[in-house]
């Protein structure tokens, strides 16, 4: 497809458990972002990739949470020994560089994994 | 300190009624960067505008209109004559110069267009 995909789109885990969350960008594009949206709230900025370099990780809201883009393109979100309070959809967005720069272009965003810890 | 607010929770309208959505933005920085987004119930955000902060045009398309004032730091967005098509929750986001590929987030605004 032409738009970011994400897998699953839900899943529930028990308190405890590890889960692992894949996204797939829209081909070509460099840049990489994960969000994290609670209930009833808007999405708040996880990690950002360029390419494989993850180049922002500061909101990460534990040591339990890594993300990694190792060729550049797939990337996945694990989350150890999850919690209840990590119970989100987290969203995947990807976008392009023009000319080496970051241009702030239009980021296209996945539909989400809807996590939920019990 | 959130950076974006969104005081509307929820708004309900009839189709053909006009809706505006306000958005108050706080920063430092002289240089950044507005945006809204549509996320409709299946999840996706779509990305609707960006404006940087040098533009203080208001734009205008199809139905969708935005007010841009630096001086109150508002975005507003107004759709006219609604459609229940139109019924989803709005965001409006902020990115600052100093890493502008970081997207702050409004709450959101719940928008139900009613036939």
């Known amino acids: 497809g032409a738009g970011v995909s994400q897998s699953p789109r839900y899943k529930v885990a028990k308190r405890g458990q590890d889960v692992a969350l894949r996204c797939d960008p829209i081909?070509?594009?460099?840049?990489l972002f994960w969000y994290q949206q609670a209930l009833g709230q808007g999405p708040e900025f996880l990690t950002y990739f360029q390419n494989e370099a993850q180049l922002d990780k500061s909101g990460l809201p534990s040591d339990r949470f890594f993300a990694e883009r190792p060729e550049g393109s797939v990337s996945t979100l694990k989350i150890q020994r999850t919690q209840q309070e990590d119970s989100a959809v987290y969203l995947c967005a990807s976008s392009l560089i023009l000319d080496g720069t970051y241009m702030n272009t239009e980021a296209f965003f996945g539909q989400g994994t809807r996590l939920t810890v019990v | 300190a959130q950076k974006v607010t969104q005081a509307q929770t929820e708004i309900s309208v009839v189709e053909k009624e006009d809706v505006t959505l306000d958005c108050v933005y706080e920063t430092r920085d002289t240089t950044y960067y507005l945006f809204w987004y549509k996320q409709p119930p299946s999840g996706e955000l779509v990305f609707l505008i960006r404006r940087n902060s040098f533009d203080e045009q208001n734009e205008i398309s199809g139905r969708y209109s935005w007010n841009f004032q630096k001086s109150t730091s508002s975005f507003n967005f107004t759709i006219t004559a609604s459609q229940v098509v139109d019924s989803a929750v709005y965001f409006c986001a902020l990115s600052e110069a100093r890493d502008d590929y970081k997207l702050s987030f409004g709450a959101g605004t719940t928008v139900t267009v009613r036939a």
């Open positions: 081909s070509g594009h460099v840049s």
